[in-house]
C-alpha cells in the first residue's frame, strides 16, 4: 500500500506546508499518516492569553489544540493520526525551551524509537518534515526534524524523504502582493523589501499543485480557531489565500525522482 508519512511539531503545523498534498494523497487513496510530535501547549488559551500570562492553563490548551487538530485532519481526509506526546517547547528564546520534559530536551533516542516504531508499522514509501532549521529556528520544528531524519535512516523503510519549503519567489510574490493591495500584515507593515526568508528556489526538487485543495486547507486552518491570531493567512482576502496555497514545494533528499518533479511519488514502483 502506499503510504505518506508527515512529521511535524504542533497542532497546526500539519496545513501550510503539507495540507495540499495529504488531501492530495488521501484523495488518491493514498495512506496518509501524520506524526504530530507535541501537543501544543504553549498555544494561545482562550481569549488570546498568551504563555506565562495570568489565567494561561497549558492542559486546557492541550485539550483544545488536540481536538482542533482531530478536526484538521478529517478535513484533510488524514487517515490516522499519531501523537507522540511531548511538551510543547515553545517559541525560539522562550523560557519553556528549558523545561525538562519539553519536545527540544527530551531523550532523542526515545523520541526517535517512537518514530521508528510507526514506520515500522506504516512502512511509509514517503516521508516528509522539516529542514535543519525547522523552517524557521523552532526549537520544536528542529527536534522534529532530527527525529525524522534519525528514524529514516535507522529503519531505512522510506523510500524518499523530504524537506518542506517555502520558495524565496514565493516569499516575494507576497509580498509584492501585500504591499500592491495594501493588506495589513503586522510583520510587513515598516518593510521596503521581502524578508529574508525562504528556501532558494534552485534547491527546491518538487513544487506540487494542490489548488483543487485550497478550500479544504482553508477550513483546516479554521479549525485550528484558538490560534487564530497567530495565523496570518486567516486574515487575508479569499484571492491572496488561494494564490499562495495553491502550490507546496519541497527538497528531496532521499531518494530519485525526475526533473521538475511534481508528485512526490514519482519514481517509485
Known amino acids: ?81 499519531e501523537l507522540l506526546g511531548h511538551q510543547d517547547s515553545g517559541m525560539d528564546g522562550w523560557d519553556a525551551n528549558h523545561a525538562e520534559h519539553s ?37 520544536d520544528h528542529i527536534q522534529a526534524h532530527r527525529v525524522a531524519v534519525a528514524a529514516t535512516e535507522r529503519t531505512g523503510i522510506p523510500q524518499k524523504l523530504y524537506y518542506t519549503a517555502i520558495p524565496k519567489s514565493g516569499i516575494r510574490e507576497m509580498f509584492e502582493y501585500v504591499k500592491a493591495n495594501e493588506i495589513e500584515v503586522d ?6 523589501e521581502p524578508p529574508d526568508f525562504g528556501t532558494p528556489d534552485e534547491i527546491i526538487t518538487t513544487v506540487t499543485d494542490v489548488s483543487e485543495h485550497v478550500t479544504q486547507k482553508i477550513n483546516a486552518l479554521r479549525a485550528h480557531a484558538s490560534q487564530g491570531e497567530n495565523i496570518f493567512f486567516l486574515r487575508l482576502p479569499d484571492e491572496a489565500v488561494s494564490m499562495m496555497m ?6 528531496r533528499v532521499r531518494g530519485e525522482g525526475p526533473e521538475n518533479e511534481d508528485d512526490l511519488f514519482a519514481g517509485l514502483a
Open 103 to 139: 519536545f527540544a530536551n527530551v531523550d532523542f533516542d526515545s523520541a526517535v524509537a517512537q518514530v521508528e516504531k510507526l514506520m515500522e508499522h506504516y512502512r511509509p514509501q514517503v516521508v516528509v518534515t522539516y529542514d535543519d532549521n525547522g523552517g524557521y529556528g523552532h526549537p
Open 187 to 192: 510583520w510587513m507593515a515598516d518593510a521596503t
Open 1 to 81: 500500500m502506499q503510504t505518506l508519512m508527515a512529521v511535524h511539531a504542533h497542532p497546526d503545523d500539519e496545513v501550510l506546508g503539507t495540507g495540499g498534498v495529504l488531501a492530495k494523497a488521501a484523495a488518491a487513496g493514498i495512506r496518509t499518516v501524520l506524526v504530530t510530535c507535541t501537543n501544543g501547549e504553549q498555544g494561545d488559551g482562550p481569549g488570546g492569553v498568551k504563555p506565562g500570562e495570568e489565567g494561561h492553563d497549558p492542559h486546557a490548551v492541550r485539550e483544545t489544540r488536540l481536538a482542533e487538530l482531530a478536526e484538521s485532519a478529517k478535513i484533510l481526509g488524514i487517515e490516522h493520526v
Open 246 to 251: 495553491g502550490k507546496e514545494a519541497f527538497v
